[in-house]
């Protein structure tokens, strides 16, 4: 929902996290800024659209995990009705998990939400600035793969709500877990499930979380 503006020179940011604790952290680290301060606050994706259509948030920082719809479903949304909204995403997972298809879907950047507050501060003043913001760890990793002729990785090919299911079975969560904390019929998460193993070529779920495993796609 908005909030009340007290400084139009100021940094203007929009917060979205379905966790209220979450949102009032990263309101409290705003406000520890002069040239920052938080505008509105969504805790699902339909509320985090709306919000972004009010025009009046300069930097969004988005959770990567939304309980309506994933987060980089969110942004695609969101870069298509405002394409130049710089889009933060945050996520509690490791970068290597969604950071490139984050970026690959319009984010100005992706922190985890382990880093340090001045990090955060830091990746707000760059997206607000036009930059793009990768922390040292991701660059360092994009850093890697340059110059290896490599078979696109078969997870690669999944869709993002593909790919959450395969995380989050790997993780040991079971469809109807899974239909839960996404809000979505357990008929419909049986399907992404059946598309994830026929597009790897697995069998089932043994396999899969080999796989993710092998792959560091889940801790």
């Keep these: 929902m908005p909030i009340t503006k007290k400084n139009s020179s100021a940094i203007k940011v929009a917060i979205a996290d379905d966790h209220a604790i979450v949102r009032e952290g990263l309101r409290q680290i705003c406000s520890g800024t002069k040239d920052i301060i938080v505008v509105g606050n969504a805790e699902n994706g339909l509320e985090t659209i709306k919000l972004t259509r009010l ?3 300069d930097v969004l920082l988005l959770d990567i995990i ?16 405002i394409p130049k909204l710089p889009v933060l995403m945050l996520s509690i997972h490791r970068e290597d998990q969604y950071a490139i298809r984050a970026l690959k879907a319009g984010a100005a950047g992706f922190l985890n939400k382990q880093a340090a507050p001045s990090e955060l501060i830091n990746a707000i003043r ?8 990768i922390s040292p760890s991701l ?18 090919t999944l869709s993002d709500r593909e790919y959450q299911t395969m995380v989050m079975i790997a993780s040991g ?30 069998r089932h779920n043994a396999e899969l979380t080999h796989y993710a495993l092998k792959n560091n796609l889940v801790e």
Aim: proline letters at 3%; a positive charge.
């Design 55 to 57: 025009g009046n948030c």
């Design 66 to 81: 939304l309980p309506d719809r994933t987060g980089i479903d969110v942004l695609k949304q969101i870069k298509k009705e």
């Design 126 to 133: 760059q997206v607000a600035a036009g930059r793009k913001y």
């Design 139 to 156: 660059a360092q990793e994009l850093a890697n793969q340059i110059g290896f002729d490599h078979e696109t990785p078969l997870h690669e």
């Design 173 to 202: 969560k079971t469809v109807s877990d899974i239909a839960a904390e996404l809000l979505l019929s357990v008929k419909t998460i049986s399907m992404y499930r059946s598309r994830v193993l026929a597009k790897m070529k697995l």
